[in-house]
Every structure is written in structure tokens, then in C-alpha cells.
């Protein structure tokens, strides 16, 4: 069944809702992007949560004027004026008050929600007979799903995903260094307004699919996991749209086998799957890897200091540095050298008189910049820089 | 306060700034302040902490409002002489975790020439490695910024600069924190830039370098004390005015001694 899902062999609807939730992961993660860079990440749960009074207005307003209440583009018109107001309100209190950011989308938000599930109580008195259904739009649900809603879906979800990328330069400039992009003519403000926008129409667009409860987090985890993998903005924009869209297409093909399940928890759990395996597996800033390279950074250093301590004939107090030279072979099981751990020791000393030596010359100041007490010069210098070296310390050597 | 300043002022100085007032709340940060900077020389924005300095050069620019006053650049308003002018930001003003690398960063600088889509092609590249050499940071184009110290992260910026080829560079506080070796580097490129007949305002805290390193000089306080050349602004009275009793007789008698 699953892989029937996972292959769209679940029929014509099915494969839409999948594709347009795979769509909706995809934008989502590419404009959840520059919200975490710019650390703002939380402003789309205030926005998520200021569209429920929009969708129950939109609602009662339908139904009084005869119409099907249930339209979905309707409701996604109401989403839009209320999460737009949501907004604004967020911007005003953080700009033109003391309140910092923080507590702006608390109150925000809580209001907000507040007044919409009072709204949602309303049209269930009002709309009786009539299986409203707007609890989908709080956690998400795909059933039912009508055809031009997921080409709906779809089509706005591609939208924001081209607009993010057009506008990647400026986005980027202005989440890492607003001052320059002013000063430079790409006025932050605008990219500032543009992120907004596209954040509400994500928002409001993942509505069916995702829900409003946890739309931030398709918007949140798929960059925090993408970071994981590279150190460019660019890189990190397009794999948190990857894996955006994974979540996106496997949460809505499990959803279809599951009809019961609500549509949004299973793509954030998705979600949360590929954030785990990042988190523990991405080579350079997971954390295996940051675990791998801490422990062979100790041993390096234990070691380092283990063979000057046998050159300058010290003795080694750490049961840890004995351990680790033992098992080199560098020292015997009762504390004495071997002839290699002898030889290492002596060539370790020598280097470390060079790095000494190569301090005092100007010529080489680039170089000795590069001593951090580990790095084997001989990857530094050159081997004529290191004759030079050695001849200019031998006869210091016999002196000493 | 300068009458020669006023006269060169028909030829379009590269920034001439007219009662210009910027305030947090109702305090006033800088209070009418006018400046006329001197083309092809190097000018330094002197004056104690919290005496406005990095703010009149963000009003300047446009990173924070004025409340009142002119600013023109070459005798145009600001939109119009953006491709002239790079500005190097505090590099406390970023976050330096941000995922770019140095040549990214560079690369900045060329955002305007590249537009929204223009493709990244290897002559960028190598105009960008050329601006990282100048300020001597070209072995660490692939790293990410994070790993910089301070002082590299501060040629970074100078380099991104660099890159947008502009006639009038306005920096802040581009010595703080840095070390010897990075301090050597960056006046070296200023003083370049000036050779090249291009104008350089720095914000600068140190008044000890202020003779070496700088040709004119603007004393602020909130109020412009004094503007002009280094060897009749940049004395004994009128650091004493602008600097009232917070700065220590051997400071002054230090940053002097090198005039002499």
C-alpha cells in the first residue's frame, strides 16, 4: 500500500494532493530559509495562527451570501486579509513600540487564535446541517481533497518557489548585512516586504494540506536540517527546498493510505525524520562528525604532548596520554620508549623549535601565523625553506 | 568653517552633508552637522564614544533616517550615485555563523553589476580573488567566515568593497579590534585608493594614528567642532573642545607628537 502511494498509483486525486504538498514542502523550505537566517523564524506562527479568524469570516460571509461556504478559494482570501493584519500588527508593535519581537507574536498570535476558535464555535452553531469541515485547516487534511484545490495548491506553491529564487541575491544581502544592501541599492525593505509576502502565501497555501498549527514547522526544520550540510546560502537554500518537498510528497502519500490520520502531523514528522538523520549524520556539522573529530583532535593533542614530554625527558602524568602512546607503539607498557616513540619524540621537539625559529623572521610571518601547536610544519614551508631553517638552528643547537 | 572647502564645493565635492540631525527618541545623536569632504583624500569622523560618529555616516547613507538635513554625493541626491559609493559596516553588524564563504562574501560587492539572475562567470571570480589579494586574504577565498579571526573578517569586508569599484569609500571603525598585521593591510589599501584618486571617510577612534594615516579630519560631538586638514584641525584646543575633560593631557600631547 505504501509503495503504491509512494509511486502515485493511488489514482489521479491522490497523485495531485502528493504533488501539490510536495510543491508546497518545497516553497516552504526555500522561503523558511531566509526567515532563519534572518532568525526570524517564529513571525510564520504568528502569521499561521492570524488566519483562523480570516478562514471562519470568510466562512459566514459565504454562507450569507447563499453561496457554498467551503470554497476553498474563498476561505484562502479571508486567510490572506486576516494573517495580512496579523502581520502588521507584529511589525507595528515590534517597530513603533518598546515590545521586542518576541512578545509581539505572542500576543499576536494568542489573540488571534483566540478570536478565530470563538469564530470557529460560531459557524458550527450557524452553518448546522452543513459539515462545515474547517477543522481540516487546523491540522491538515487531504481527504476529500477537490481536484482544483490541489492544482490550486500547486500552482501558488510553484509560485512563491519562483519568486524566492529570483529574488535569492537580494534576500541574501539583506539577511546577512542590511546596512550594505541599503547602501548598495537593494533595499532591505523591500526584500524584507517580499519574504513577508511570500511567508503569508506559503501560510495560507499550506492551510489545506499542512494545517495552520504546524505549517512553521515546514517552514523551520527544513532549513535548520539543511544547514547541516553546507556552509552556502545558496546550497543550504536548494536542499532545504529538497528536503521540503521529500517531506512533503512521502507525509501526503502516507496520509492518502491513512485517510485518518490529519495530513499535517504525518509531512512534519516526515520532516522531522530528514532533520534527525542531518543532525546526526551531515559530514561536517553533524554531530558524529563533530564527535569523530573532537575525540581524533584529543588524541592529536594527548599525543603532541605525550612525545614532548618524552624528548624533554618529563615525565607523562595522564592515563589517557600513556593509553593512547602505548597503543602507537611510541612507549612500552612500563612508561618507557620505544626506539620509535624515541625517534617521534625528537622530531616533534625539532619541529617545534622551528615554528619557534620561523617566529622571529618577517619573511615567514604569513607562515608562522598558521602555528596552532599541532600542525606538522613540513606541510608549511617548502623543503629549501626548511633547509634554510635547520641550517640557521644547528648551530644554536651546539650552544644550547 | 573651512572657506576653501566652500569654494570647492561648485566642482561636486564626493559628499557634502548640510545640517544634518539624527536623534534616538528626542535625543539628539548628531545635531546639525555639515561636512564637506575633499575629493582623492583621506578623512577621518574623530570624536569621543557616543559623540555620533557611526551614526552620521548611517544617516549619511540612508541606513538610518535623518530628521533633517542634505546629504549629495558628487552633487546628486543618494539614488543616483549608489554606484559610486561602497560602504564597509562595523563587523560587529553581522552574523558571522551566516553560511557563505569568503569569495561569496566578495561577491557581494558585484550583486548590482550581476543583477537578480546574471550568472556568476569565472571573470567575476577572478575580479573578486584580485580584490582578496589586495588585502592580502587570497588563501582563504574557500573558507567559511566564521572561521576568520576579527582582523581577516574586517579585510573581507574591505575587499567586498573593493569590488564594487566605487569612487567614494565610507567605512566604520575599520581598525577596531584588529590586529598590527590587518591594521598594515587596510590603511595600505586606503592610502592606495587615494593614489587612485578616490575619497576614503573613515570613522576611526584612535588618535594616535590619526596624523599618520589620514589627510583631513572632522571633529564630532554631537556638533561638528571642527573640519579641515590634519595640520590646523587636529590640535591641542580644539581636541580639548571636542573631547572636554575625557581626554587625558598625555593623549593628546601623544597624538600630536607625531604631527611634529
Not at chain 1, 539583506?174 to 511570500?198: C, K, T, W
Not at chain 2, 546639525?32 to 577621518?44: C, F, N
Not at chain 2, 566604520?172 to 578616490?198: H, S, Y
Amino acid at each position: 500500500m505504501l509503495s503504491d502511494a509512494l509511486l502515485l498509483q493511488l489514482g489521479y486525486n491522490a497523485t495531485l494532493v502528493t504533488l501539490g504538498a510536495m510543491m508546497l514542502g518545497l516553497s516552504a523550505g526555500v522561503a523558511g530559509t531566509f526567515l532563519f537566517l534572518r532568525k526570524r523564524a517564529l513571525v510564520s506562527d504568528a502569521i499561521s495562527h492570524a488566519t483562523l479568524p480570516g478562514i471562519a469570516l470568510a466562512f459566514l460571509v459565504m454562507v450569507a451570501l447563499g453561496g457554498d461556504g467551503r470554497s476553498l478559494p474563498g476561505l484562502l482570501v479571508g486567510a490572506v486579509g486576516s494573517a495580512g493584519l496579523g502581520l502588521a500588527a507584529v511589525s507595528f508593535l515590534s517597530n513603533r513600540t518598546r515590545l521586542g519581537e518576541d512578545t509581539a507574536i505572542g500576543s499576536v498570535l494568542s489573540v488571534f487564535f483566540g478570536f478565530g476558535i470563538v469564530l470557529l464555535t460560531v459557524v458550527q452553531s450557524v452553518g448546522q446541517g452543513q459539515q462545515a469541515g474547517l477543522e481540516g485547516f487546523l491540522l491538515g487534511s487531504t481527504a476529500g481533497m477537490l481536484r482544483g484545490d490541489a492544482t490550486l495548491i500547486a500552482l501558488s506553491a510553484g509560485l512563491t518557489f519562483a519568486v524566492i529564487l529570483l529574488m535569492r541575491r537580494p534576500l541574501t544581502l539583506a539577511a546577512f548585512d542590511p546596512g550594505f544592501a541599503e547602501v548598495a541599492g537593494h533595499n532591505p525593505r523591500r526584500s524584507e516586504a517580499i519574504l513577508m509576502a511570500v511567508v503569508l502565501a506559503v501560510t495560507v497555501v499550506g492551510l489545506k494540506i499542512v494545517g495552520l498549527i504546524l505549517i512553521v514547522a515546514l517552514l523551520i526544520i527544513p532549513p535548520v536540517a539543511a544547514r547541516f550540510w553546507s556552509e552556502q546560502s545558496d546550497r543550504v537554500l536548494l536542499i532545504a527546498g529538497l528536503i521540503g518537498g521529500v517531506s512533503g510528497y512521502v507525509g501526503a502519500a502516507i496520509s492518502a493510505i491513512a485517510p485518518d490520520l490529519p495530513t499535517g502531523p504525518i509531512i512534519v514528522l516526515s520532516c522531522f525524520g530528514l532533520f534527525a538523520l542531518s543532525f546526526l549524520l551531515a559530514p561536517q556539522r553533524g554531530v558524529l562528525a563533530m564527535a569523530l573529530r573532537h575525540i581524533r583532535f584529543r588524541r592529536e593533542v594527548h599525543l603532541q604532548q605525550g612525545l614532548l614530554a618524552i624528548a624533554q625527558g618529563q615525565p607523562i602524568y595522564e592515563s589517557l596520554t600513556r593509553r593512547l602512546l602505548i597503543r602507537e607503539g611510541l612507549i612500552r607498557a612500563d612508561g618507557v620508549a620505544t626506539p620509535e616513540g624515541r625517534a617521534e619524540a625528537s622530531r616533534r621537539l625539532r619541529d617545534v623549535a622551528r615554528w619557534r625559529e620561523i617566529r622571529n623572521d618577517p619573511a615567514l610571518e604569513r607562515e608562522a601565523a598558521l602555528y596552532d601547536g599541532l600542525t606538522n610544519i613540513e606541510t608549511v614551508l617548502t623543503p629549501d625553506q626548511l633547509d634554510a631553517l635547520d641550517a640557521r638552528l644547528s648551530p644554536q643547537a651546539e650552544i644550547g | 568653517m573651512v572657506p576653501e572647502d566652500r569654494s570647492g564645493a561648485a566642482t561636486a565635492a564626493p559628499l557634502e552633508v548640510h545640517g544634518i540631525t539624527v536623534t534616538y527618541g528626542e535625543k539628539p545623536a548628531v545635531f546639525s552637522a555639515d561636512m564637506t569632504v575633499r575629493a582623492g583624500e583621506l578623512t577621518a569622523i574623530v570624536g569621543p564614544n557616543g559623540a555620533g560618529k557611526s551614526t552620521l555616516l548611517k544617516a549619511v547613507l540612508g541606513i538610518v533616517m535623518p530628521l533633517a538635513g542634505q546629504v549629495q554625493f558628487f552633487g546628486l541626491p543618494l539614488d543616483k550615485a549608489r554606484d559610486r559609493i561602497a560602504y564597509v559596516p562595523q563587523r560587529a553588524s553581522v552574523d558571522w555563523d551566516f553560511p557563505t564563504r569568503v569569495i561569496d562574501v566578495v561577491l557581494m560587492g558585484m550583486y548590482r553589476q550581476l543583477g537578480l539572475l546574471g550568472r556568476v562567470r569565472q571573470a567575476h571570480r577572478d575580479a573578486a580573488l584580485h580584490c582578496l589579494t589586495r588585502v592580502g586574504m587570497q588563501d582563504f577565498a574557500e573558507r567559511q567566515i566564521g572561521q576568520l579571526s576579527g582582523g581577516q573578517q574586517q579585510r573581507v569586508f574591505l575587499a567586498r568593497a573593493l569590488a564594487q569599484q566605487a569612487d567614494l569609500y565610507l567605512l566604520d571603525e575599520p581598525f577596531a579590534g584588529v590586529d598590527a598585521a590587518t591594521e598594515k593591510a587596510i590603511i595600505g589599501v586606503l592610502k592606495e585608493l587615494a593614489e587612485e584618486g578616490r575619497t576614503v571617510v573613515a570613522v576611526h577612534h584612535d588618535l594616535s594614528t590619526v596624523p599618520e594615516y589620514f589627510d583631513n579630519v572632522l571633529l564630532l560631538a554631537t556638533q561638528v567642532i571642527a573640519e579641515g586638514p590634519v595640520s590646523t584641525t587636529f590640535v591641542p584646543e580644539l581636541l580639548h573642545k571636542a573631547y572636554g575633560g575625557r581626554l587625558g593631557a598625555g593623549q593628546v600631547i601623544g597624538a600630536l607628537a607625531e604631527t611634529v
